[in-house]
């Protein structure tokens, strides 16, 4: 059986889900990865709502198209980032809040912890799940990073800088991540330049900082 297809949605935010899907399935897709903005997959619904998981699956089943993954990616951003006036432009308005940065990191890693159940959720109303679908639900996403301004290394810039920001994604991630695990859902992170893993080395070490 050949791989399937999908595309992700967040690019096109604009669109509602059913033009995306309809869309999607003309230009050959076999599913969508379902961007947490717009009003493609809307997380405080999906974690309370059965009725919701099932309208979303009817609109891909419409367009006979399937689903592997939500993203929750802007708001993964702003969990480790140093927060400034940008990050408004990128995040809903119950994450944002005041804007108070440290405030709108910890409500940020709440909603990622709801995007995991949520994700769960969606994934369990899967018309025709079975056995074969006992596998952890994925949520992709990006972390952000409190270190990615200082990669030029200029001011010199010393190790201990840097351990200092993988330390900061372990404390911030690392219970993120325990409750991924209570739900069975798996996180995907994309590598990614302005990400605490923007390359394999990157990548090996912050593995290494959540083990």
């Not at 695990?181 to 798996?186: L, Y």
């Given at each position: 059986?050949?791989?399937?297809?999908?595309?992700?949605?967040?690019?096109?935010?604009?669109?509602?889900?059913?033009?995306?899907?309809?869309?999607?399935?003309?230009?050959?897709?076999?599913?969508?990865?379902?961007?947490?903005?717009?009003?493609?997959?809307?997380?405080?619904?999906a974690a309370i709502s059965k009725k919701y998981c099932q309208e979303r699956w009817e609109i891909l089943g419409d367009h006979g198209l399937t689903c592997f993954a939500i993203s929750s990616h802007l708001v993964g951003q702003a969990i480790c980032d140093l927060i400034d006036e940008r990050h408004k432009a990128i995040l809903p308005p119950d994450v944002w809040g005041e804007g108070n940065p440290e405030k709108v990191r910890r409500r940020a890693a709440k909603k990622m912890i709801k995007a995991a159940k949520a994700c769960r959720k969606f994934i369990d109303c899967k018309p025709g799940r079975g056995k074969k679908d006992d596998f952890p639900a994925v949520v992709n996403g990006f972390?952000?990073?409190?270190?990615?301004?200082?990669?030029?290394?200029?001011?010199?810039?010393?190790?201990?800088?840097?351990?200092?920001?993988?330390?900061?994604?372990?404390?911030?991630?690392?219970?993120?991540?325990?409750?991924?695990?209570?739900?069975?859902?798996?996180?995907?992170?994309?590598?990614?330049?302005?990400?605490?893993?923007?390359?394999?080395?990157?990548a090996e070490r912050a593995i290494a900082a959540v083990k």
């Open positions: 059986m050949a791989r399937p297809v999908t595309l992700f949605t967040g690019q096109w935010a604009d669109l509602s889900l059913p033009d995306l899907a309809a869309k999607a399935a003309e230009m050959g897709y076999d599913g969508l990865e379902l961007a947490c903005w717009g009003d493609h997959f809307d997380v405080d619904k972390t952000g990073s409190s270190i990615w301004h200082s990669i030029y290394a200029f001011p010199p810039t010393d190790q201990d800088y840097w351990d200092k920001g993988f330390e900061d994604f372990a404390k911030r991630f690392g219970p993120i991540l325990d409750e991924f695990d209570k739900q069975n859902v798996n996180f995907g992170l994309e590598v990614h330049p302005t990400e605490i893993a923007f390359d394999i080395a990157s």
